[in-house]
């Protein structure tokens, strides 16, 4: 057993992965901003930053900052886990250090060259083209090799440990799941509707079941740190959840073979499943106000338990209400692809995922500035937490109003035509949204900063145990 004071390399390794998460953080919401602003005014940066362009980086920010702030994680709390510094740490090393490289050539080529001709040359080094996996296919060789070896790391130090517990074999698992379901978008065929299928296993399946299950490794183990919760009690409601992610979520995908030429049936299995979908994160919710009820609402480490609290109540708005909002095919006919979509996916992974690695942060933090013991606490986390909540919420309205707009004026009303799709994009209720939508997107902005200067700081002042120890 280490000495709570030191850290294991792993846990630093940990430390090297979150930081560039932030960093990338930050890029995702300045080129976020940057397209927010284009739909006011369509001229800004013309020719320079296409729309286009500043999409993708967005997209992909996101998805590696998320994947970092996870893999973090994992380096994190296995060492916890099994008592022992992992095995393979030098191949850790080593992937953080190439795919740090690999990131930075990929922005800069998605910035510099941006588009190609359809052909190899395209494919291998510039972009895949397809909408959400746009990396060159050697960044996506680069994503299975760096997660095949985080599932060495994880396996061989499990086995040297002896220590095979439900949540390790749960994340092992989930690993090779991860792995695989990527694979599947690394190919395609002429033919679009196979292509599609396989698409979606990417888009939907990678996303929201091997990540979800992911998530719900890593938010055991906070709750371990921040309430002291029971592991039986955690490890029952994660096998739950991975039945109901993964029983729900294969056939629940057929919701989005609708539109993609698959057979018929895929209406009514696609809306049945999609429909339960929304049940594990249910089960989430329940999964953290018992723990917490369980210990009497106190912990030491206040930031963490509040993000991983809404963590909870987040994902099973994002995903669950606004997803079934528009899952069901009689409601999917009219609002496939409008900004009712973006709402969704914004308020999804801000609830989900984003809630998570800020948690998972700030429980480090406590461990690394207080490991004598003490409250981590503070002020500036409170208002950074209301702030991105206001203005995530803020930014999710607006967009489901617009979506609502385009699902009622371009799709009911006029029919899918190109007049009809001018008439919605030029309608009060779009327009305005789009306003809205840019001055939530800088308030979120401001809240990130908030969160740099406090993630750096918070700690290194005492607090007073007496107001801060129960909740």
């Not at 296919?137 to 997660?147: K, L, S």
Request: net charge neutral.
């Amino acid at each position: 057993m280490k000495n709570p004071g030191i850290l294991y390399e792993s846990q630093k390794l940990a430390l090297w992965y979150w930081a560039l998460a932030v960093v990338l953080f930050g890029f995702q919401l300045i080129f976020g901003l940057i397209i927010s602003y284009q739909y006011l005014q369509p001229e800004f940066l013309h020719k320079i930053f296409n729309f286009s362009v500043g999409r993708l980086l967005h997209l992909n920010a996101m998805i590696l900052w998320l994947l970092f702030g996870f893999i973090g994680g994992i380096y994190w709390f296995l060492p916890l886990e099994t008592q022992r510094e992992i095995v393979g740490l030098f191949l850790g090393k080593m992937a953080f250090v190439l795919i740090a490289v690999a990131v930075g050539i990929v922005v800069g080529v998605f910035l510099l060259v941006q588009i190609g001709k359809a052909d190899w040359v395209t494919l291998w080094f510039i972009t895949e083209g397809r909408e959400y996996i746009e990396a060159p296919r050697w960044a996506d060789i680069g994503i299975v090799a760096v997660f095949s070896i985080i599932f060495f790391n994880v396996l061989a130090t499990i086995w040297k440990a002896q220590k095979l517990k439900g949540i390790l074999w749960v994340l092992t698992l989930d690993l090779l799941a991860i792995i695989g379901f990527y694979i599947a978008g690394m190919f395609f065929t002429p033919n679009i509707s196979v292509d599609q299928f396989w698409w979606w296993w990417v888009v939907h399946l990678w996303v929201e079941a091997t990540w979800e299950v992911l998530v719900g490794v890593l938010v055991a183990w906070v709750l371990m740190a921040v309430l002291d919760t029971p592991r039986k009690i955690l490890e029952g409601w994660l096998y739950l959840e991975v039945f109901l992610v993964f029983g729900t979520g294969i056939l629940g995908l057929g919701h989005h073979y609708f539109w993609i030429g698959a057979p018929e049936y895929w209406l009514g299995i696609g809306g049945f499943f999609s429909a339960l979908e929304p049940l594990p994160l249910v089960a989430m919710v329940v999964h953290a106000v018992y723990d917490a009820g369980m210990h009497r609402l106190t912990t030491t480490n206040k930031p963490a338990f509040f993000w991983i609290v809404f963590q909870s109540f987040g994902n099973f708005l994002g995903a669950g209400v606004w997803g079934f909002m528009h899952t069901l095919p009689q409601i999917n006919l009219y609002s496939h692809g409008t900004q009712i979509t973006a709402a969704h996916g914004h308020l999804a992974f801000f609830g989900a995922y984003v809630a998570t690695n800020i948690a998972m942060i700030y429980t480090a933090l406590q461990k690394i500035r207080l490991s004598k013991g003490g409250n981590l606490d503070g002020r500036l986390w409170r208002w950074t937490f209301v702030g991105f909540i206001l203005s995530i919420f803020g930014i999710t309205a607006p967009l489901t109003v617009a979506g609502f707009a385009q699902t009622f004026i371009e799709r009911a009303v006029g029919g899918s035509t190109w007049q009809a799709y001018i008439n919605g994009q030029l309608h009060p209720w779009v327009k305005e949204a789009m306003a809205w939508r840019f001055g939530f997107g800088i308030m979120f902005f401001i809240c990130y900063l908030m969160l740099v200067i406090d993630l750096c700081t918070i700690g290194k002042q005492p607090v007073d145990k007496e107001n801060t120890h129960c909740l």
